[in-house]
């Protein structure tokens, strides 16, 4: 069950017409995916992502490769 504050928080999201127009680009550019994409399309993406996932990312172990072979 969710929240009053959830659900209130899920009902703003949902009246966000910015918010909307984001998972439309990103449920079109999912699907482009399946093919080729240029450098512009990729930008955009990031940049929606950026905005729909914001805050800084998690810290990544860096990972020692011994053997690599290219």
């Not at 240029?38 to 993406?45: K, P, Q, R, S, T």
Request: proline residues 4%; charged residues 35%.
């Amino acid at each position: 069950m969710l929240s009053e504050e959830e659900k209130q928080e899920l009902r703003e999201m949902a009246a966000s017409e910015g918010l909307r127009e984001d998972f439309r680009t990103l449920r079109r550019n999912s699907r482009a995916m399946e093919g080729h994409i240029g450098v512009d399309e990729l930008a955009h993406w990031l940049t929606v992502m950026g905005r729909v996932c914001p805050g800084a990312p998690k810290p990544q172990r860096f990972v020692h490769y011994t053997k690599v072979k290219i």
